[in-house]
């Protein structure tokens, strides 16, 4: 059995760019290549499972966008996202307008199953508010995360409504009562 290389060399075949398996000090195969990102587990995080499952008659439980501060490595089945402007982008993708918004960039696995790759999800329009309006926006989804309620998912609604003043209320009226139901797209 051969083994890949480790140069780092570049080589032109078929008028394609290749490069070799970077240079490591690495000897098993699964270790070989550094991870460049591997400092991205200690910084603040957005959470989600690949696969997302809900009921019926649940379907305010989807989607599941979770937060962390803590550093932790999960396996491929589980994703994350860091950046800026975290608290908001959670806000956006647990608001009924993310729910919405995940039921028509997700793909459906079957009647109670919702694929959330990131290929799908990076799709999805997120808005960009002023300074302000994320700050207020933030403000509530971390008070959301700290008491653990849902008291505040009716605020953060109508925020997240408000960026989009051109929205009329059929409109979110529309959205409101298509998300009761977990298949429609």
């Not at 078929?14 to 690495?26: H, L, S, V, Y």
């Not at 499972?49 to 649940?58: G, P, Q």
């Not at 993708?93 to 199953?113: A, E, M």
């Not at 300074?131 to 207020?136: G, L, N, S, T």
Request: with cysteine; proline share 2%.
């Amino acid at each position: 059995m051969g083994r890949l290389e480790q140069t780092g060399k570049k080589y032109i075949i078929d008028g394609k760019k290749i490069e070799a398996r970077k240079k490591t000090n690495n000897k098993w195969f699964e270790t070989q290549d550094s991870i460049n990102y591997w400092d991205d587990f200690s910084k603040h995080k957005i959470l989600w499972a690949e696969t997302m499952r809900i009921h019926k008659s649940d379907i305010k439980n989807f989607p599941r966008f979770g937060f962390s501060v803590e550093c932790f490595f999960t396996d491929k089945t589980c994703f994350f996202a860091t950046g800026n402007n975290l608290y908001y982008i959670l806000a956006y993708l647990n608001s009924s307008l993310g729910r919405y918004l995940c039921k028509r960039y997700v793909s459906i696995l079957d009647n109670g199953g919702y694929l959330m790759q990131k290929s799908y999800l990076e799709l999805i329009p997120i808005a960009k508010p002023t300074k302000a309006q994320i700050q207020d926006i933030e403000s509530y989804c971390k008070k959301n995360i700290k008491e653990q309620s849902n008291k505040y998912d009716k605020i953060i609604d109508e925020k997240i409504y408000a960026i989009y003043d051109k929205l009329s209320q059929d409109e979110i009226e529309y959205i409101t009562n298509d998300n009761l139901d977990p298949l429609s797209r």
